[in-house]
């Protein structure tokens, strides 16, 4: 924070009553790069210096910051609380998967062989070349090397076929919250990171209808999730053969869209028909006492919806979050200069907090005293706090407070009287603003092409998501992305029958899919 | 369940009006072996068949079961908040520790390295001589091996270099919930597995006094928790040399007694004084601009706590939960012969379900029409649900329900006018209870030993904690350990200072320390 405008602050305090000069908020952000200039500058600044995350010492993984951290915590409950509500139990099955179990499931692990750490020894021991270093002992090698988990379908599956016996056993509705690493060879903090945490979910079924009711809910849920706490708009839809998870008979997906006009795969739901029960021999005894084998899902989201939420939202000022995932939704500071004046407004804050909390508002009173008001204005409006509520003397007096609201930076003076139910009516405006912008810029930036030309002045000019015919071959779709790096997304749940040509190869197509280049 | 039981319950049902004979009771402990007869495979028994954990197919490491994680959850949520109430916040730090940073704390990594996991490689291929197999590509061998965290101290403190500059940037007070690995060679469920899950504090701060005051702190947390919500009685003290983590000035430490008299270690608190700080060079800047080396703390409770949980309240006839980490508090049991019976007792049921709820009582309402009442009171009993409710028509039209208690496996008609009261009355009392009996015999099996003879006689006949002089040295330690296999559990904190001589080598001592034989 530059002193200077710390003074100039104190200056306008003193003579224009709360009012804060345009520039000093600003103080903060303006070592933000905007997202015209250099987007991926951007969005690596936001989530270093809102204190998200940050890279590591070890290659291509991320130390979560207990700012970011709060934030997944709050998905991390909403989701949970959902998933409960759907019939599910947490369980937890081992970090590692030995390699005979690994590759039985041939098509998963195909999918996963290139890129997972392996453990190979169990032991350390002082190095005698270089004393006070260790080194890996060569006698204390594993006789079956053991995976970190990329994904758990094989090391759960294998345990699963001691659970399951006879239809009284199913469904098993199981999730498990993880950490789970994929060797990526190029890296970005939450959105592509070696080491991630998710949930998984993996449940077991009597038949195929009911894995597929399964498949479908889990997707609702996920979709209900992302535009009900996240404010993101998504698309629902199934991949193509291509883009199917390894092992998968069908995937699931909600799609969302950047503000740079990427596309963002939020979530997965897979529909794995018995492939799994093949590969580790599940089965059960129906109704009739006959042996058939389990059908099976799998779903899962990461802490890749960091970067989708952070994308979403943020502006050129910082983070902006939706209040139903904000660590915490309203700050209040506040504004003194005497100890009697400090006194005064603190007692008073402090009665707000309690009014809110009340209502079950979460706040946070930045009473720091190593810190000034307009560096504090600065940081939690690039930290993305929904609401900020300003407390000075005369607010004190004539039984107001100044309320800034982050998403629009709209700033008025509101009475206290029934402030509570001010508040919460705001952070539903909030919410519901958010939602309401994103699913603007979506749908401004969604667009028909029905020739190849049109397909790729679209994609070069605005991004986002190109609706066009696609003659349902994987060769198609491999050139298509060969050329211009845009992949198909989805084919939409529930999409409408059109007849038409691919804009590729010209060959008939009777439904559009959605392209669009992507995280 | 074998089915003549449950004939025979339905006999009993229809002549006695709920009065269950008390063989039936036992038809699932049945197959569990008496504390007396096999300490070790009862507790074994208890955890695999009360489907709380199980063996993996990965050498050492478990599978939680979702009864078994649902009440590591209840742990986690109530240790969680405590941990938020003392100003704490969660992040989330990198699974891997680089060789090098492993082994920059010297005693830190001495103590680690024979025990633990280590990735050396980053992809498989195809196997050219087996199809369909997979094999570590010596290709991509990691230039630095990852060790795969044993405990985050190195990770961590790499880390807090980056964070602290001044001494504004202090106290860091961050935990994390994540798992570990150690590569035991003898494990035992819960008690010893490679892989475990548990939560571990690090925290950095501006002077020793303010370490020491937070490693304080942080054990009494761990006692309140383990005494207040595990309703286990603990004693709290300090380690001897010996026994102290590696890289720590300090390890406090809280001890539990367990029914076979072997103590068993609940939790830790290390003060680590500027150990980290000097081996990863983390200083700040004091008030008076000059730099200082930081100091620091950490503190860790693991998935261990459900070993000491089953072991300290469970008995013959299975687990015992205390009603604040039971999964759920009340089962209901509906007990009816016709539909019209069922839909009447059904209805009945849901009410006091809901009526519990409403007063914050966790509630199972068991209606599986695959199982007989009869297996459901076994299973319910074996799995330790505090309280059962068992409602029959009679029980409606009579305006009463049975209870049953978990703990002394008392009955009682109960009217259900107030229930809510009575019910929330008798989980208070089964907790307390819990924790008196724990106590009691604690306090039963706490043996003064002024004499090697008696010190060993004691050992031998009843085990438990045996409160003897030492001489202080590591040698006379380590010797009665070799001989008796008892180590020093502890010092007591607050201990009464008195002149003695050590039971081993007759030296004078101002104290009397804590042996016993432990897990």
Same mark, same amino acid.
């Given at each position: ?9 104190y200056?306008?305090q003193r ?13 903060m952000?303006k070592d ?6 250099n987007?991926s500058?951007?969005?690596?600044d ?7 995350a940050?890279n590591?010492a070890?290659?291509g993984?991320m130390?979560?910051k207990?700012y970011g ?5 709050k ?7 959902m998933?409960?509500e759907t019939?599910?139990v947490n ?5 590692? #998967?030995?390699?005979?179990?690994f590759?039985?499931e ?5 999918g996963f ?8 020894h169990?032991r350390?021991k002082?190095?005698?070349?270089k004393?006070g270093k260790?080194?890996?002992d ?13 994904t758990?379908?094989a090391?759960?599956?294998?345990t699963?076929? +001691? ?12 999730n498990?919250?993880a950490? #789970?690493?994929?060797w ?15 949930q998984?979910g993996?449940?077991?079924h009597?038949s ?5 009711e ?5 997707? %609702?849920?996920y979709?209900d999730f992302?535009e ?5 708009p ?5 991949? @193509?053969?291509? %883009?199917?998870?390894? +092992?998968a008979?069908?995937?699931?997906c ?9 596309? =963002?795969?939020?979530g997965?739901s ?6 799994f029960?093949?590969a580790?021999d #599940?089965?059960?005894a129906?109704?009739e006492g006959?042996l058939?084998h389990?059908?099976? @899902?799998? /779903?899962? #989201? ?6 989708? =939420? ?5 502006d050129?000022?910082g ?11 309203v ?15 603190? *007692?008073?804050?402090l009665e707000?907090?309690k ?6 508002v979460?706040v946070k ?6 810190h000034?008001?307009g ?13 900020r509520?300003?407390?000075g003397? $005369? ?15 709209e700033?008025? @003076? ?8 001010k508040?919460?009516?705001l ?5 519901q ?6 699913l603007?810029? $979506?749908?401004?930036?969604?667009h028909?092409?029905?020739t /190849?030309?049109?397909?790729?002045r ?8 190109i *609706? ?10 491999e050139?298509i992305k060969?050329?211009t790096?845009a992949a198909? $997304?989805?084919?939409p ?5 059109e007849?038409?040509?691919?804009i590729f ?11 669009a280049?992507?995280y």
């Amino acid at each position: 924070m530059n002193v200077a405008f710390v003074e100039l602050y104190y200056f306008s305090q003193r003579f224009q009553n709360l009012q804060i000069p345009y520039h000093i908020k600003l103080s903060m952000s303006k070592d933000l790069v905007t997202r015209e200039a250099n987007y991926s500058q951007w969005y690596n600044d936001i989530v270093t210096k809102a204190d998200l995350a940050e890279n590591s010492a070890v290659r291509g993984c991320m130390v979560i910051k207990p700012y970011g951290y709060a934030i997944w915590e709050k998905m991390q409950q909403a989701l949970d609380k959902m998933f409960k509500e759907t019939g599910h139990v947490n369980a937890y099955f081992p970090l590692f #998967v030995p390699k005979s179990l690994f590759e039985a499931e041939e098509k998963n692990a195909e999918g996963f062989a290139k890129e997972c750490a392996i453990v190979t020894h169990y032991r350390l021991k002082n190095d005698p070349d270089k004393p006070g270093k260790l080194m890996v002992d060569p006698h204390a090698k594993l006789e079956e090397e053991l995976i970190v988990r990329p994904t758990s379908e094989a090391i759960i599956w294998s345990t699963y076929k +001691g659970w399951i016996q006879s239809y009284r056993d199913l469904p098993l509705l199981i999730n498990q919250w993880a950490n #789970v690493v994929r060797w990526e060879m190029r890296t970005r903090l939450f959105l592509r990171t070696a080491e991630f945490l998710w949930q998984e979910g993996h449940t077991a079924h009597s038949s195929e209808k009911e894995a597929i009711e399964e498949t479908e809910r889990m997707l %609702e849920v996920y979709a209900d999730f992302a535009e009900n706490f996240m404010a993101i708009p998504v698309l629902k839809g199934v991949k @193509t053969e291509n %883009e199917r998870f390894a +092992g998968a008979v069908n995937t699931y997906c909600i799609e969302a869209l950047m503000q740079d006009g990427k596309a =963002l795969q939020a979530g997965t739901s897979h529909f794995l028909g018995q492939n799994f029960a093949h590969a580790f021999d #599940v089965k059960f005894a129906n109704k009739e006492g006959k042996l058939e084998h389990v059908w099976g @899902t799998s /779903w899962g #989201v990461s802490t890749r919806l960091m970067g989708a =939420l952070i994308m979403s939202h943020s502006d050129d000022k910082g983070l902006v979050l939706p209040p139903k995932l904000a660590p915490f939704q309203v700050v209040i500071v506040p504004i003194y200069r005497t100890d009697e004046e400090q006194s005064l407004v603190s *007692s008073k804050s402090l009665e707000i907090k309690k009014e809110l909390e009340k209502v079950g508002v979460s706040v946070k009173f930045d009473n720091r005293d190593t810190h000034k008001p307009g560096f504090k204005f600065a940081e939690h409006e690039f930290k993305g706090v929904p609401l900020r509520i300003a407390i000075g003397p $005369r607010d004190v007096e004539n039984g107001t407070v100044e309320v800034a609201r982050r998403d629009t930076l709209e700033k008025s @003076t509101l009475l206290t009287s029934d402030l509570s139910v001010k508040i919460v009516h705001l952070l539903e405006q909030i919410q519901q603003n958010l939602y309401d912008k994103a699913l603007d810029f $979506r749908t401004n930036n969604t667009h028909k092409a029905d020739t /190849w030309e049109e397909f790729q002045r679209l994609l070069d000019d605005k991004g986002g998501f190109i *609706s066009a015919h696609w003659d349902g071959t994987p060769e198609t779709e491999e050139k298509i992305k060969e050329l211009t790096k845009a992949a198909i $997304r989805c084919i939409p749940l529930n999409n409408n029958k059109e007849q038409g040509k691919c804009i590729f190869s010209g060959n008939p197509s009777n439904e559009r899919v959605i392209f669009a280049r992507a995280y």
